[in-house]
């Protein structure tokens, strides 16, 4: 009879581990709450049990093993590594110490290891409520407000002065299990993202990437390259500081996930958590890389074995990278095709389809979608990730409150949602002088019929060098609007006594400044909804 292994979860975050368990020879058994996660259909066998009922998990394990027998349990990419110890433990399986386990997943917890064992960790305190106007953190800001047991940056914020702390409090006891928030002394420097195996006790470093995270006061991370760029001497003070944070938690046997951070005072440790990452690194970015399964390590340790057969064998680069969108509805998704055909794109993973909510993300579960490369270079690779993620275009429904409530709002310098391209003061006056051309409503599908249609030029933004937040140019994000509405837009001299006669004629619609706010605003999908509430006639 085949070798069973237990894995929890079937998100996408897990169909690696259960593709190289079935590989491997084993029977895998997968635990999901939800029957139509994305992995279900590669399971030897489903069972819905919800991730957190560790009794319910156990009894599973033990009935397994009395008809056939259960070899191990594991998880990848979950906060779940607290059941994985706890049913580990009921069952008689190998795995870390419960205790341990709870110091991964628990930040309280964590933090106290690290302070216990005199390891560089931010200052930080607990509360349970929402904290009184007379509250002053003891180490002074900015700092970061999180909840204690969440992943994937929900609920986790940047906070500057006392004015931000309730609402950010507020909204990371909304995300937290056991109603508790740790606030922490802000660490400034680059993040790095690490993963280990540990067996007996040793431990070897499976993967260092470079993080890309951006839009404060959230941390949402746009994507990671590995490996990371960083010089030998800085990697190696790095590791030191997590392989000591592995053993202050008590992580003996299974794998470690690291976020580690690089100050001006030297390596600092973010969170170790007592599994493989999530994020596209353990199961697609380190073994495009490398050519390395370091999933099939985490599997055989689970089983008690030793790891084996992890050397690398190629020194590529391999890049994610995240789209978004602004608030809406999904009306439709373009470019996939083409992004899928860049040249080194190995995967495109959409987390949206028509009729999907959107929002501009705030943790990193909320964004749409994201695109992987690997290449022989590092520029290679960085550029056909991001290419791929410039190419997927996503059109929302017209109208919509959330669309225009977000393009009517203003968000200057470092405000949040931000704008897709940052302007200048300068340029901010030019566009509130520039023309807003009066149209005829009625004759708009007039006006569509003679492709009377066209854009005012707004010079001084064309002939800018400003990018969107995915790195579009100006001229490119216009290009995305032709494409999305498949109408020609031409651009078209500024208005005035030399302006070209057809401007002028009755039923010509000229789109002019409202145009080129929500541009700004929103990039092409703003620029793409203005024209769609102008244009109601129009269904492309």
């Known amino acids: 009879m085949q070798e069973r292994l237990m894995i929890l979860g079937a998100g996408v975050m897990q169909g690696p581990a259960i593709r190289i368990a079935k590989a491997l020879g084993l029977e895998t058994v997968v635990v999901d709450a939800d029957p139509h996660a994305p992995c279900v259909s590669l399971a030897d066998r489903f069972e819905r049990i919800d991730l957190k009922d560790q009794e319910g998990i156990a009894a599973l394990g033990m009935s397994l093993k009395a008809q056939g027998g259960l070899g191990g349990i594991m998880t990848a990419g979950t906060d779940f590594s607290a059941t994985v110890a706890w049913v580990a433990a009921q069952v008689g399986l190998p795995g870390i110490p419960y205790e341990a386990a709870l110091n991964a997943s628990d930040k309280e917890r964590m933090r106290r290891c690290f302070e216990?064992?005199?390891?560089?960790?931010?200052?930080?305190?607990?509360?349970?409520?929402?904290?009184?106007?007379?509250?002053?953190?003891?180490?002074?800001?900015?700092?970061?407000?999180?909840?204690?047991?969440?992943?994937?940056?929900?609920?986790?914020?940047?906070?500057?002065?006392?004015?931000?702390?309730?609402?950010?409090?507020?909204?990371?006891?909304?995300?937290?299990?056991?109603?508790?928030?740790?606030?922490?002394?802000?660490?400034?420097?680059?993040?790095?993202?690490?993963?280990?195996?540990?067996?007996?006790?040793?431990?070897?470093?499976?993967?260092?990437?470079?993080?890309?995270?951006?839009?404060?006061?959230?941390?949402?991370?746009?994507?990671?390259?590995?490996?990371?760029?960083?010089?030998?001497?800085?990697?190696?003070?790095?590791?030191a500081v997590f392989r000591a944070g592995i053993r202050a938690l008590g992580i003996t046997n299974g794998a470690a996930k690291g976020d580690m951070k690089l100050t001006s005072q030297g390596p600092m440790i973010g969170e170790i958590a007592a599994r493989l990452s999530g994020g596209y690194m353990s199961g697609w970015t380190y073994p495009y890389s490398s050519g390395v399964e370091v999933t099939q390590?985490?599997?055989?340790?689970?089983?008690?074995?030793?790891?084996?057969?992890?050397?690398?064998?190629?020194?590529?680069?391999?890049?994610?990278?995240?789209?978004?969108?602004?608030?809406?509805?999904?009306?439709?998704?373009?470019?996939?095709?083409?992004?899928?055909?860049?040249?080194?794109?190995?995967?495109?993973?959409l987390r949206i389809e028509p009729g999907t909510r959107v929002r501009f993300p705030e943790n990193n579960v909320s964004k749409c979608g994201n695109s992987i490369s690997a290449a022989p270079t590092r520029e290679a690779a960085v550029g056909a990730a991001e290419q791929a993620a410039r190419l997927v275009l996503i059109r929302l429904e017209a109208p919509d409150r959330?669309?225009?409530?977000?393009?009517?709002?203003?968000?200057?310098?470092?405000?949040?949602?931000?704008?897709a391209f940052r302007v200048s003061p300068s340029l901010r006056s030019l566009l509130a002088a520039f023309p807003e051309p009066e149209y005829e409503p009625a004759r708009i599908k007039e006006s569509l019929e003679k492709s009377q249609v066209g854009i005012l030029r707004f010079q001084p933004l064309i002939e800018s060098d400003l990018r969107d937040y995915m790195g579009r140019t100006?001229?490119?994000?216009?290009?995305?609007?032709?494409?999305?509405?498949?109408?020609?837009?031409?651009?078209?001299?500024?208005?005035?006594?030399?302006?070209?006669?057809?401007?002028?004629?009755?039923?010509?619609?000229?789109?002019?400044?409202?145009?080129?706010?929500?541009?700004?605003?929103?990039?092409?999908?703003?620029?793409?909804?203005?024209?769609?509430?102008?244009?109601?006639?129009?269904?492309?």
Not at 164 to 180: E, Q
Not at 402 to 419: H, I, K, N, V, Y
Request: charged share 20%; hydrophobic share 45%; aromatic share 10%.
């Open 402 to 419: 959330e669309t225009e409530e977000f393009l009517a709002s203003d968000a200057q310098d470092q405000g949040f949602p931000p704008g």
């Open 116 to 239: 216990a064992a005199g390891l560089p960790s931010p200052a930080f305190i607990v509360v349970e409520g929402v904290p009184d106007s007379e509250f002053a953190p003891p180490f002074g800001y900015p700092l970061v407000v999180k909840p204690v047991d969440n992943m994937g940056a929900r609920g986790c914020c940047r906070v500057d002065g006392p004015e931000m702390l309730k609402a950010a409090v507020a909204d990371a006891l909304n995300f937290s299990r056991t109603n508790r928030v740790i606030l922490e002394a802000y660490m400034e420097g680059p993040e790095f993202s690490v993963d280990a195996l540990v067996y007996q006790g040793d431990i070897r470093i499976y993967g260092v990437a470079d993080r890309h995270i951006f839009f404060p006061p959230y941390f949402i991370e746009m994507g990671h390259t590995m490996p990371t760029a960083l010089n030998t001497a800085a990697t190696e003070l790095l590791l």
């Open 474 to 540: 100006v001229e490119e994000s216009l290009e995305a609007v032709r494409a999305i509405t498949e109408l020609p837009l031409p651009l078209w001299e500024e208005a005035g006594a030399d302006a070209p006669a057809k401007i002028r004629e009755p039923g010509t619609l000229v789109l002019g400044r409202r145009f080129w706010a929500a541009l700004i605003r929103g990039g092409y999908q703003g620029a793409v909804y203005m024209v769609d509430t102008l244009i109601p006639f129009h269904s492309c």
């Open 297 to 349: 390590g985490a599997i055989q340790i689970a089983l008690g074995r030793p790891p084996k057969g992890l050397e690398p064998i190629r020194q590529w680069t391999s890049a994610e990278r995240a789209f978004i969108s602004i608030p809406g509805t999904v009306r439709s998704i373009h470019g996939i095709e083409e992004a899928k055909s860049v040249t080194y794109v190995r995967d495109l993973f």
